[in-house]
């Protein structure tokens, strides 16, 4: 019998919201959850359903939202949505870059001065030039984003620039060149988040899937530390239910159930995601 | 009651004189130091020094944990990388600089204290009562998030630091939490002053932070004769921070320089 370790959520510090579900603007060849034009797997949520959740959540004394998709800015309700979650706790929203109108800017912008909770906007980047970054999300995408990061910053949101870290250059090296390349396109003050690439979603045709060994398979509990994945401290909702994770909305076996309350039991780590998790220790959220 | 705490000394002997003498002139009824002693200042055994010989009583922060064990970095709880690589530079200059006798002292000091002031239960810790390197950010905590915890842990009033931000939030039950700032470096403001917290318990919970100046100079010169990294002198100099703010949330990011 195939064992593998269960990892226990010890509380509800974080929600994600998969607010847009699969819809995005851009169908990017590494996407985890497979979102794009005319993806509807997962349906928005109603700004309705999401208040619903937060309230749930807060009612578990969860600490802060993360809200994603698909592309969050294509949801109509997302300004208002967000300015319903402010109020009561900090938010995040990750982004393309893309989207970013000059109206929403200065939406955001108000959004964030009105609140004494945090709103932080997180803009996917996966290449540091236009070849690099469009050859994952497709032609003149580069450009729009680093618009999008450039009047970002000139509002005063500093974003925070997630970047995939595929090589194996060391990290400080990486953050460094990133810096660079962001200062050359004129972004002074740019944070930086690295992800490494998951083995889920369009990301299997386009390299593979996870192979038998990238498993926590037989992993021995005296081995196994409960307090280095991220699904210790989150869940994920979508039209569809509560998810385990943000990476695992779309995948077999990632939902536990309808309610929040029902999902408090432990997650069995049997996905090649969980196995990349362990290993670089990594975790969505902005930390 | 009048209590005051403050945290995260960082070596900064000076800064820690000058707090002393406001603590001698305030009237606090009882004063506690919330950790973290070494990292980042010169001379880490002048500040645990002058702290032991106060009686002032103290927790056990990450670093002193760290020092204390030799666990072999600070685990402050930093992910970037670049604030990871300063925060080697401090651990290992405070590790080599602190004598053994002061860092078997910091392993038997406690994590957390609770105590009962004006018919409430106060808990002390260093980041929060979970655990030592969480960052309680003022702007990234929701009431509902301090409401759970602090029942979660049996407080009606909770004092941490670790973030080097000061601020209070009363929540709607009637609980308080009290970020008491950090001494040892300033509070990112563009002000050379450091911060501490004083807390009234009676008829209710007052709190005020009190910006203490010292010789800056003098440390800053003193960091610079130990080599210490040009980053944290400025940092002193100009009172803005210029390492380990990576995981500043916005809002707090913005308010500083960098």
Redesign the interface.
Known sequence: MERFPAQPLH?L?VLWIQVAGTLCNLSCTHCFVTCGPGERRHPMMSRGEVRARVAEA???????FYFTGGEPFLHPDLIEILEDTLA???ATVLTNGTLLTASRIESLRRL?DES??????RVSLDGLDAAAHDAFRGAGAFARTIEGLRDLEAS???PIVTVTHTGDD???V???RCLHALGALGLS?P??KTLPMFRLGRETTRTRGYAEIESLRDLPESAFDPHRLQCGSCRAVSAKGVHVCPLLVDEPGGRMGERLDQTLTPFKLSHGACFTCYVTGMTCG?? | MRLAAFGGIYSNHLALAAVLEDLRQGGSDLAWCLGDLGGFGPHPDRAVAALRSSGIPTLRGNMDDSVGHARGDCDCGY????DN?FAQRSYDYTLAHTSPEHRAWMRDLPECHRLEAGGRRVLLCHGSPRRVNE?L?????????L???CA?HGADLLLCSHTGLHWHRALPSGRHVVNVGTIGRPANDGRTEVWYARVELEDGVRVDFRSVAYDHESLAREMESEALPPEFVETIRTGWWTTCL??L??????AGR?
Do not use: Q, Y
Request: hydrophobic fraction near 35%; proline fraction near 7%.
């Open positions: 509380h510090d807060l009612g578990m004394g969860v600490r802060e009561s706790a900090p964030s004494r909770s945090s709103l932080e906007i005063g949101l500093l060391d990290p400080l990486f953050r460094e003050r944070r930086i902005n930390g | 992910t970037d990388p670049r690589a960052f950010w003022e702007s990234a905590c929701s009431d509902a998030f409401e759970w915890m979660e990576e995981n949330p916005a809002k707090e990011r913005r960098f």
